[in-house]
Nanobody, 116 residues
Framework: QVQLVESGGGLVQPGGSLRLSCAASGIIVSRRDMGWYRQAPGKQRDLVAHISSGGTTNYVDAIKGRFTISRDDAKNTVYLQMNSLKPEDTAVYYC??????????WGQGTQVTVSS
């Protein structure tokens, strides 16, 4: 059984930082492309950061230079370090393990709220 469990969300002031974790079981994250998505109220879920199985990272322009996706193979965990947070970063953040439709997985999501 595959599980992706996100943690690390919360309430933070503008300019603050959070680190999200996505702990995987049932798959090996280093053998998968992994990603972080976010979904704000009333909006679609969008990919914001991606790490390939080979370790190549990609980001959407809105978070470049502020967020960093990384992977700890020993812990089978993917991270999203978020710095210089802005109110517009407020969303539910989801971890995804990419694969064919029958073999792609989502976490349950973690809420990030940026507000003073």
């Amino acid at each position: 059984q595959v599980q992706l469990v996100e943690s690390g969300g919360g309430l933070v002031q503008p300019g603050g930082s959070l680190r999200l974790s996505c702990a995987a079981s049932g798959i090996i994250v280093s053998r998968r492309d992994m990603g972080w998505y976010r979904q704000a109220p009333g909006k679609q879920r969008d990919l914001v950061a991606h790490i390939s199985s080979g370790g190549t990272t990609n980001y959407v322009d809105a978070i470049k230079g502020r967020f960093t996706i990384s992977r700890d193979d020993a812990k089978n965990t993917v991270y999203l370090q978020m710095n210089s947070l802005k109110p517009e970063d407020t969303a539910v953040y989801y971890c995804k393990a990419f694969g064919p439709p029958f073999d792609a997985y989502w976490g349950q999501g973690t809420q990030v709220t940026v507000s003073s």
